[in-house]
């Protein structure tokens, strides 16, 4: 999954991600429980709290508020005191399924 999350972060900043499901809302309540001073991911919930649908989105942005593709970022590793990429997004995915 990481290897996938790798190959899309390599696409342009204005490819339109369209998934599948509407989980932004959710997703953002998570990465807020994880990042609760991350002004980015509290912008973007004040700027679609009001919003039933928040697709599509671009990469771009995901990039800024999607914990899974952040985890490459040093400073969100030693922050939740990970040491590496696969060890951060491990923990993401396992936090995230008991959220």
Do not use: V, W
């Not at 999954?1 to 932004?24: F, N, Q, V, W």
């Not at 999607?66 to 993401?92: A, G, I, M, S, V």
């Amino acid at each position: 999954m990481l290897d996938s999350l790798e190959r899309l972060k390599r696409l342009p900043d204005d490819t339109l991600i369209c998934a599948g499901h509407e989980y932004t809302l959710s997703n953002l309540a998570f990465a807020s429980h994880i990042l609760p001073n991350d002004k980015s991911i509290k912008s973007y919930i004040d700027l679609i709290s009001k919003k039933s649908k928040t697709l599509p989105s671009f990469l771009s942005k995901e990039k800024q508020i999607n914990l899974f593709l952040r985890c490459h970022e040093h400073q969100l590793q030693n922050k939740l005191n990970f040491n590496n990429e696969l060890d951060l997004f491990t923990f993401f995915r396992s936090q995230k399924d008991i959220f």
